[in-house]
């Protein structure tokens, strides 16, 4: 897969957004993406940026609201196949840890 994306999809209101943000997420599941919901977005993974566009469309649609605030952050590595975990995977080997902490100690 050569594209990866940032998708946060969100009604904008005062209450909690959980439901209507599964709803957005169980939406990816038309789609030849593969994806992973983190507490900021779901990073979406596809072969073409058009499958991730429509995806992302889906995603938004799905969600009810007066007011629907969406964010899609695109990497489109054109020249060589990468994935969001190799990304993840290269930072660690520099970091020669995992890179994730326990910010209460």
Do not use: C, Q, W
Request: aromatic share 4%; glycine share 8%.
């Amino acid at each position: 897969m050569t594209v990866v994306a940032l998708l946060s999809v969100a009604p904008v209101r005062e209450e909690s957004m959980a439901e209507e943000v599964a709803k957005a997420v169980d939406a990816l599941d038309e789609f030849d993406v593969s994806y992973e919901t983190n507490p900021m977005g779901t990073v979406i993974e596809a072969a073409e940026i058009e499958e991730v566009f429509a995806a992302a469309h889906a995603a938004h649609m799905a969600v009810d609201g007066d007011r629907v605030s969406t964010f899609l952050k695109i990497d489109d590595k054109r020249t060589s196949e990468g994935s969001a975990g190799g990304k993840v995977d290269a930072v660690e080997r520099e970091l020669g840890r995992t890179a994730s902490g326990d910010p209460d100690g």
